[in-house]
């Protein structure tokens, strides 16, 4: 079994700074892309950012120069700092990960979500 658990949500005033964080773990053999992605409500699913296992990014247009991912390949982890943030920033976060498993079996996994409040 794979899971991914995302923490770092929370409540912040516009301008403010998060950072989210997402682990994962289990029956991992290896990570290729990992990212996040955002439903505000009443919204569809919209991707926010990507990070392949080289380094490789890529951005959702609204978040371009606010919001950098990163990740730890050593501990499955991958991190998305957010600043100057806005309130149309406001949604749940879900972490994606394409993961291949120790019998060899792909298939993309997500996280439960945290909740980003951005307040005016």
């Known amino acids: 079994q794979v899971q991914l658990v995302e923490s770092g949500g929370g409540l912040v005033q516009a301008g403010g700074s998060l950072r989210l964080s997402c682990a994962a773990s289990?029956?991992?053999?290896?990570?290729?892309?990992m990212g996040w992605y955002r439903q505000a409500r009443g919204k569809q699913r919209e991707l926010v950012a990507t990070?392949?296992?080289?380094?490789?990014?890529q951005y959702g247009d609204s978040v371009k120069g606010r919001f950098t991912i990163s990740r730890d390949n050593a501990k499955n982890t991958v991190l998305l700092q957010m600043n100057s943030l806005k309130p149309e920033d406001t949604a749940v976060y879900y972490c994606?990960?394409?993961?291949?498993?120790?019998?060899?079996?792909?298939?993309?996994?997500w996280g439960k979500g945290t909740l980003v409040t951005v307040s005016s």
């Open positions: 994606n990960a394409a993961i291949i498993t120790r019998t060899y079996y792909a298939m993309d996994y």
């Open positions: 289990g029956s991992i053999f290896s990570i290729n892309a």
């Open positions: 990070i392949t296992s080289g380094g490789s990014t």
